[in-house]
T-cell receptor, first 116, second 115 residues
Framework: GAVVSQHPSWVICKSGTSVKIECRSL??????MFWYRQFPKQSLMLMAT?????????EQGVEKDKFLINHASLTLSTLTVTSAHPEDSSFYIC????????????FGAGTRLSVL | KQEVTQIPAALSVPEGENLVLNCSFT??????LQWFRQDPGKGLTSLLL?????REQTSGRLNASLDKSSGRSTLYIAASQPGDSATYLC??????????????FGSGTQLTVLP
């Protein structure tokens, strides 16, 4: 099946720094990718939809200036957490829909962000 | 707005037991329902996907059922093993456009199978 690769799997950073997370579709093209956030013992909450070649669509309550999304190619989307604070510590997961069956999504392994 | 509820939130069973995880959803006009497994600190692994026209799907020791009219799905795990320990997530999709906004997740059931 299709594979979505996410990097890094774990990152620790100091408060105030920025962190970039990469999401790649390895064997298929994805014009759209999705970014989720998951707090401990909670479910996945959609943060934004990344669109190749255009601006991302953010969900209500998600700050677009804090969570910068870039989808510069058909296989790569990046999420940058700018000026990270401890409350941004969470598990971030990306996904991409199947190129043919759009209602099937493939998920990355996730990135655990810990902000000190 | 679609809401997905999973009960119980946590479950601990001895090895070898058969068990059932429950998922309920408020809007029965779903396109499909999917069960995922999530290991600690890891991403999601798709287990079973049931289309709205189907009643159940089976894969190995796993069987998922869907009762759309009552807004319920169950995941049955036979002869549980310690390796089944993980969080199980249920997700329902309302439409076919492929938008993630149509995919709603439950909060999961954390399963521990004791050796």
């Amino acid at each position: 099946g299709a594979v979505v690769s996410q990097h890094p799997s774990w990152v620790i950073c100091k408060s105030g720094t920025s962190v970039k997370i990469e999401c790649r579709s390895l064997d298929f093209q994805a014009t759209t990718m999705f970014w989720y956030r998951q707090f401990p013992k909670q479910s996945l909450m959609l943060m934004a939809t990344s669109n190749e070649g255009s601006k991302a669509t953010y969900e209500q309550g998600v700050e677009k200036d804090k969570f910068l999304i870039n989808h510069a190619s058909l296989t790569l989307s990046t999420l940058t957490v700018t000026s990270a604070h401890p409350e941004d510590s969470s598990f971030y997961i990306c996904s991409a829909p199947d190129s043919l069956a759009k209602n099937i999504q493939y998920f990355g392994a996730g990135t655990r962000l810990s902000v000190l | 707005k679609q809401e997905v509820t999973q009960i119980p939130a946590a479950l601990s069973v001895p090895e070898g037991e058969n068990l059932v995880l429950n998922c309920s959803f408020t809007d029965s006009a779903i396109y499909n329902l999917q069960w995922f497994r999530q290991d600690p600190g890891k991403g999601l692994t798709s287990l079973l996907l049931i289309q709205s026209s189907q009643r159940e799907q089976t894969s190995g020791r796993l069987n998922a059922s869907l009762d759309k009219s009552s807004g319920r799905s169950t995941l049955y795990i036979a002869a549980s093993q310690p390796g089944d320990s993980a969080t199980y997530l249920c997700a329902v999709r309302l439409g076919t456009s492929g938008s993630a906004r149509q995919l709603t997740f439950g909060s999961g059931t954390q399963l521990t199978v004791l050796p």
